[in-house]
């Protein structure tokens, strides 16, 4: 059961553009992590956020978590051809149990 | 700098052969999480050992698949006996849970099984 759901599924931009992923569920989770995975290589946890409403910024990455804490948002500004890869949010239900999203492809075109 | 090292990073195999893959977790880590990712699934949780105890294994085909940790350094994840569609790349992931709060995830490379 996939309860994660991202979108879109596959984004491809001209370098310098703005962009955001979502990521939506019913359900609740105690928080959601983000992670870049590129090819051939295992997930890199990128943030995690914990409080409904919450907003964390990394550098030109930011991450927002919802009121509800059942989706959550990823926007690059500027994006950069160092951006590619793929895009992964993971919500935590109790017991630590990670749930992965579908994943957005991000391409960055220079 | 420390890693999850996981091994072989590629395996091509026969349908109905035995499939062993393993992983070592980062030394101090507590908890081992095996994954399977395909282009149709995503990323899908087969087992999760807290303490080297398993604590969750129902995203795994019990007639098949198992997941042991013979010790705090090793994990293995076997297939017997394999099939086509097992046909993935298998991640290994550890971390530490303190209790409160949420813990990270640290990825190994991840094996590339083709069962032919």
């Known amino acids: 059961t996939q309860l994660l759901e991202q979108s879109p599924q596959f984004l491809s931009i001209q370098e310098g553009e703005n962009l955001t992923v979502y990521c939506n569920s019913s359900s609740v989770f105690s928080s959601l992590q983000w992670y870049r995975q590129e090819p051939g290589e295992g997930p890199v946890l990128l943030v995690t956020v914990v409080t409904g409403g919450e907003v964390k910024k990394l550098k030109r990455l930011t991450f927002q978590f919802g009121d509800a804490r059942k989706d959550s948002s990823l926007h690059i500004t500027a994006a950069q051809p160092g951006d590619t890869g793929l895009y992964l949010c993971?919500?935590?239900?109790?017991?630590?149990?990670?749930?992965f999203g579908t994943g957005t492809s991000l391409t960055v075109i220079p | 700098d420390a890693r999850v090292t996981q091994t072989p990073r590629h395996k091509v195999t026969e349908m109905g052969q035995e499939v062993t893959m393993r992983c070592q977790p980062i030394?101090?880590?507590?908890?081992v999480f095996w994954y399977r990712q395909t282009m149709m699934q995503g990323l899908e949780l087969l087992a999760y050992f807290r303490n080297r105890a398993p604590l969750d294994d129902s995203g795994m085909p019990k007639d098949r698949f198992s997941a042991e940790m013979p010790d705090a350094t090793l994990a293995t994840l076997k297939i017997q006996p394999s099939e086509p569609r097992d046909s993935a790349v298998y991640f290994c992931?550890?971390?530490?849970?303190?209790?409160?709060?949420?813990?990270?995830?640290?990825f190994g490379p991840g094996t590339r099984l083709t069962v032919l």
């Open positions: 030394l101090g880590h507590n908890t």
């Open positions: 992931a550890s971390g530490l849970v303190r209790g409160v709060g949420t813990d990270t995830q640290y």
């Open positions: 993971a919500g935590v239900a109790t017991g630590n149990q990670f749930y």
